[in-house]
């Protein structure tokens, strides 16, 4: 079968609306932080409540939000999930208190669980069955490209630190999201819903224990996401002689990498043995990069700058395996009708390990030293390892007995 190398116009028009999409959330990444402890007067211990219990919200609602976008339809469920985060951000503005925060996370973080999994649904609809994977990809490079670009402009605001400023930064990100759900509403065809007496059962992706298996080792490996944005940094300032800058440094090269060559690192992973394929080498790698990190306390000067951007140059191709084996393992294991909360659940995976790795990093890593990141590289490399068995045992059973 030949390779498709052009994408439909509904699918040019979801990498437009990521672009809009993570524009304004870019802005928002950059800005919420100081937004809500200078402007709205919260305190960072309320602030961390508030993110924690939004967390824990939205791993719960991940799966059930991914079955709605299945019977009502991926676009209608996006665009609905996208009006509600329009409506939240914007009420964003007027939080006082902890208590109105809380409430406004909370909804927040229901409202990205349900047009997480209805995006995912939303792809599987719109894009040919063998460009999945590489529609991932490229909305991923348009993500860091969006994300990159509003980070940029968000400097701009916090230059001023002026709270109409900031008020205005997230109402920017509100209209985002509305000029998102326009673009999907009115540029892209619907993809049907799954009738619920035709389609599987609403509990098929939480019965289904292999692929949950996987999820969970999925979950782990994407860890590397804290490990750039927490523990090397934190590394790099309390066990290392490297000027502090590098993180900066690690930080875009990480960016510019993910940009250069996600669509190239992803090829081959839309079938399932490449995919699981995929997942065992980003273990193997995130590993190695832990490895390399560890050796940086005992090396000095130029030794362990290098060091440093040879562990980020690992962890950065890691990471995209990851991404892409995740993909497309996520969208061949879902039966048909089941994309939506195959989708959700799979998602649960980034939740948990964006949950767990931060007291993993810190406890671990950084406060143990190199046994730390050895016991770190474990997890990774054991994570990689058992996953080509976890899926081509799932791969077999279904073919045996269906999911449903």
């Known amino acids: 079968m030949a390779v498709t190398t052009t994408f439909p116009p509904a699918v040019r028009s979801l990498i437009a609306a990521t672009l809009v999409n993570t524009l304004g959330n870019g802005v928002y990444a950059a800005v919420a932080a100081l937004y809500l402890t200078r402007a709205a007067g919260l305190s960072v211990g309320q602030v961390g409540v508030g993110l924690t219990i939004a967390a824990l919200i939205g791993l719960a609602a991940s799966t059930p939000l991914g079955v709605v976008a299945d019977r009502l339809g991926p676009n209608r469920t996006y665009v609905g999930f996208l009006l509600l985060q329009t409506v939240t951000m914007t009420a964003l503005t007027q939080v006082r208190s902890v208590v109105p925060y809380v409430v406004v ?26 460009q999945r994977v590489r529609t991932r990809a490229i909305l991923r490079v348009a993500t860091n490209i969006g994300m990159g670009v509003g980070m940029g402009l968000a400097g701009i605001v916090l230059a001023v630190d002026r709270r109409e400023v900031y008020v205005i930064a997230l109402l920017a990100n509100a209209a985002t999201y509305l000029v998102t759900a326009g ?8 993809v049907p819903p799954v009738p619920r007496a035709t389609g599987p059962s609403a509990l098929t ?17 994407t860890m590397h996401a804290a490990m750039a944005q927490i523990g090397i940094p934190l590394w790099i300032a309390t066990s290392t002689d490297a000027p502090r800058w590098m993180v900066s440094v690690l930080l875009v090269l990480n960016s510019v990498a993910v940009v250069l060559l996600q669509v190239r690192v992803a090829r081959g992973t839309e079938t399932l043995t490449g995919a699981a394929r995929a997942g065992r080498r980003a273990g193997l790698l995130l590993a190695i990069a832990c490895l390399v990190l560890a050796v940086t306390d005992t090396t000095s000067g130029t030794v362990t700058v290098a060091l440093l951007i040879v562990a980020a140059l690992v962890h950065v191709v890691g990471e995209m395996l990851q991404s892409a084996g995740g993909w497309g393992i996520s969208f061949e294991l879902a039966p048909p009708g089941a994309q939506g909360q195959y989708q959700g659940a799979y998602a649960m995976g980034r939740q948990l390990g964006d949950l767990a790795a931060p007291l993993l990093l810190t406890t671990v890593a950084i406060s143990w030293g190199w046994p730390g990141w050895l016991l770190v590289a474990a997890i990774f490399l054991t994570a990689g390892l058992l996953i080509p068995p976890v899926v081509n045992h799932h791969q077999l059973t279904r073919d045996l007995t269906p999911v449903g």
């Open 105 to 130: 996370a909370g909804v927040t973080a229901i409202a990205d669980s349900g047009q997480r999994g209805a995006k995912g649904a939303l792809i599987a609809g719109l894009a040919p069955v063998d």
């Open 183 to 190: 673009l999907v509403r009115f540029g892209m065809p619907p």
């Open 205 to 221: 992706a939480v019965r289904d224990r292999r692929f949950l298996v996987f999820v969970a080792l999925d979950g782990v490996l």
